[in-house]
């Protein structure tokens, strides 16, 4: 149990904390007084280096394996809430033309088929 | 006339609906919701989705909505078409194969499985229905995936929709074409009495296409496992299960285009020409009179069905 702060500890603490201060303005001087030599001496090597040129990679980097992730026996993840749908939108096409006769058979092949309605395919 | 369309994403695949009609359909902008109604029915990824609470439950009867009921059925009749290649009942095979996730975030590499289950033979007969109660029983060991059959019935679904609109005011009216990713549904022929013209996507080139179909009243499909692919550890997969085997199909067909009276069963049409390969795949929609098939093979071969002359 802490006593009563008393008059005389008050006094040593301020002593502490005078000391205290005294020695970092005393370490942050003589600290200014020698690195700052330096310091100019550090720019001026800078500013006169010349950069050397950046040495391009000449191995292709090594494959790393793909390695899907493994969940515990028994345990899976399950995906909720609502996805972000693309926003559907009615979209009127006024017919330009006549729609090509079922009789006339045109072969497309290969080529862009840019009259098709739809396509069909595997899903 | 106009045509007015409507593209949005839904069931992991990007959706088309068109309407040809003077005035602008009013039932065009609920598609999207009609759609997202059925995917939280349908879908195996949504936790809380009817599909998947029904795929939970083994051993005793559970009442089913009227959009789980109907697209049981036409899961059904397309396992019947197909002589059971194409069933419901591969949903344990598909997650082993990797496909445990939405498309959108399967990593293309997913690991493979510590030990390979075997093969498990899961009749579609061993699932009873009862349609008075509208109950599906699933035995232990059984789920469900619709997969292509209930994107398939939601085109077919939404062009009965749009069809109905213009048939109750017929000087609006016009034709329907819905597109769910692939799976195409068309109400008749357009306003001018002509075709829609609809083409078939070159798996080799992205965005062309290598032929053009012109197709009034029916349904057109394309299968195929140029997409939805992925690696399990150094081993190619897809999403076409062959039932006999309960793998990814090993097959010389990369896609396989189908035209039927509807789009259910192109959809599976499509899907049996791609597990049964090249040669017998053309020799099956041969020998149905209501098919009309275009098959590009791995090889870069493509192979026209006799009747598929009518509709180039």
Known sequence: MSGKPSKKNNKWNDIQTVFAAAAMTLTLGLWNLFAGP?????????????????????????????????????????????????????VAQQQQQAQPDKKKKKKNNGGGGGGSVTTTQSS | MTLHRLQFRAMGSDMLAVVESEAAPSLLAQVPAWFEEWEQVLSRFRFDSELTRLNQIHDRPVQVSDILWDVF????????????????????????????????????????????????SHPLEAITADPSARTITLPEGFGLDFGGVAKGWAAHQAMKRLQAEDLEDPAAGGAALTDAGGDIAISGPRADGGSWQVGVADPFHAGQEIEALYLEQCGVATSGKNRRRWLQGNKPQHHIIDPSTSQPAETNVLTATVIA????????????????????????????????????????????????????
Do not use: C
């Open chain 1, 38 to 90: 330096d310091r100019a001496r550090a720019a001026a090597q800078a500013a006169q280096a010349t950069p050397e040129p950046v040495q391009e990679a000449t191995e292709e980097p090594a494959e790393v394996p793909v390695v899907p992730t493994v969940l515990p026996p028994g345990m899976k993840i399950t995906f909720i809430g609502p996805t972000a749908a693309p926003q559907a939108t009615v």
């Open chain 2, 261 to 312: 009276p509807t789009v259910m069963e192109a959809e599976a049409a499509a899907k049996t020409v791609v597990i049964l390969g090249g040669q017998d795949g053309l020799a099956w929609i041969e020998s149905d009179p209501s098919l009309a098939g275009l098959l590009v093979l791995e090889d870069r071969q493509v192979l026209y069905s006799q009747r598929m002359e009518e509709y180039l």
């Open chain 2, 73 to 120: 059925q036409a899961a059904r009749a397309a396992e019947q078409r197909t002589n059971g290649l194409v069933t419901p009942t591969v949903l344990e095979a598909i997650i082993e194969a990797g496909y445990d996730r939405p498309f959108d975030v399967l990593p293309p590499l997913t690991k493979p499985r510590a030990a390979p289950a075997e093969p498990a």
